[in-house]
Structures are given as C-alpha cells and as structure tokens.
C-alpha cells in the first residue's frame, strides 16, 4: 500500500528513515499476542490465519499533514474522540487476529511499545466524514508490501457490544495495550504511538493517551453490529 493523500483522515508528509522506524517498535508482548517482523505480506481475511496466536507489528512512522482523528481515554478516564495535530510524527502498529475458518477462540494478550501510545483506531464502520476509520488509514500507515483487508469490511474493527472483544489500558502504563479478540473470527487494531525522536515542534494541549473499550460503542449514530466472518470472504 502507498502513503498517498487520504482525504478527510490525514496526509502524509513522509515517512522516517528505516533506521528510525527500527527503533519505535514493539518492545515485548504477553499471552497470546506475538510480535512479527518483518511485517507479514498479506492481512486480509483468511490469509493469516491462527486459532493460538494474535499478531502484531509495526507498519511505518509518518508526520501528518493534515490533522487525524483517533480514540482515546484521558487520565482520569475520559472517553471520547481525540485530534492528533498536523505536524505530530506517529508510528502505527497492527494488532491483527484471524481465526482459522469458522475456529475463533477467545485470546487475549498485550503489546508493549517502545513509546507511549498516543490513540488507537479500532473500527471500520462508515462514520461521517471520516469514512472507514482502518480503510481510511492503509494508504497512510499501511507497511510496504503488506496486502491489507479488501475495503469495506464492517467486521474489520473490534465488535464490544455482540462479543468479547475488548481493550484494556492503565494511564500508569502508557506504553501498554491489553486485548482480548473472539467469537467474530477477524478482528485489528491500528495502535499509534510517538515517535522516538524529539518531540513536534507544534504548540498544542496535551494528547489524550488511548480509546477505552466503550468510545467505540457508538460514534455518530453507528452501533457496532455483529459480522461473522463467513459473511465477508
């Protein structure tokens, strides 16, 4: 996938150098979730599949050129929608779970980062103006080489209210993501954290650190629904 323009999420002005992008990684993961590099060649339905294993991985380091809408949780538990500011260099990791045929066992696991998470994008539903939050993403954060989701998957993101999908964060750990993915057989995550150089040089408040697991309930008049894989080959 390209880091071509993606209209009405954010731009990119362009990626770091490889070296840097080696630096902000995964640091280490417990329980079901194992970290994979070099990023796997292909994530769409059906194509990595695993009933033991939920993988993750680190796709590119960008600075946005246009502002990005993320979900995130504040210290003292705030939930809502969160703006990162154009100018701010993010890395994205993929936390992807794909059960094998209609096997999809309930795991859960946890992802630290070498750097403090900043927001997470944890749906695909059609919201206004954003369009498809993971679709919108791929072009932009997507890694080189990788074959992503075909667009358009609902059962893309995680499905809190029909099964057990859930993340979980503590502010005292900010660079930690726990989850737990089962019952729909598909589910990703796309984890943004800061990148491991200086700080961006663009005045602004504060980030909010990560999205809780009930922010994705219901944005803009969209209930997450239930898609079994099998609807999506």
């Not at 946890?110 to 539903?125: D, K, M, S, W, Y």
């Not at 059609?126 to 939050?133: A, D, N, W």
């Not at 998957?153 to 995680?158: L, M, T």
């Not at 997450?224 to 894989?229: D, E, P, S, T």
Request: charged share 10%; aromatic share 6%.
């Amino acid at each position: 996938m390209g880091r071509a323009a993606v209209a009405g999420v954010a731009t990119v002005v362009g990626a770091l150098s490889t070296a840097a992008l080696a630096n902000a990684s995964v640091a280490s993961t417990t329980g079901a979730a194992h970290a994979v590099t070099p990023p796997p060649a292909n994530v769409a339905v059906g194509s990595y599949e695993s009933i033991t294993d939920i993988r993750v991985f680190t796709e590119a380091q960008v600075t946005l050129a246009a502002a990005l809408t993320v979900w995130s949780i504040s210290s003292s538990g705030t939930t809502s929608q969160s703006i990162i500011a154009v100018g701010h260099c993010v890395q994205s990791h993929l936390v992807h779970y794909d059960g094998v045929g209609s096997a999809s066992p309930t795991l859960v696991g946890t992802a630290t980062f070498t750097e403090n998470i900043v927001g997470v994008i944890p749906t695909n539903l059609p919201l206004p103006i954003i369009g498809r939050p993971l679709d919108q993403t791929d072009a932009l954060f997507g890694a080189a080489g990788t074959t992503y989701p075909t667009p358009g998957n609902n059962a893309r993101g995680i499905e809190p209210l029909v099964s057990v999908d859930a993340l979980s964060f503590a502010p005292a750990s900010p660079k930690t993501l726990g989850f737990t993915f089962g019952g729909d057989g598909f589910d990703e995550v796309r984890v943004l954290t800061q990148c491991d150089g200086p700080p961006s040089d663009v005045p602004e408040a504060p980030l909010p650190v990560l999205m809780p697991l009930g922010a994705v309930v219901a944005i803009g008049g969209f209930g997450l629904l239930r898609r079994r894989r099998n609807a999506v080959r």
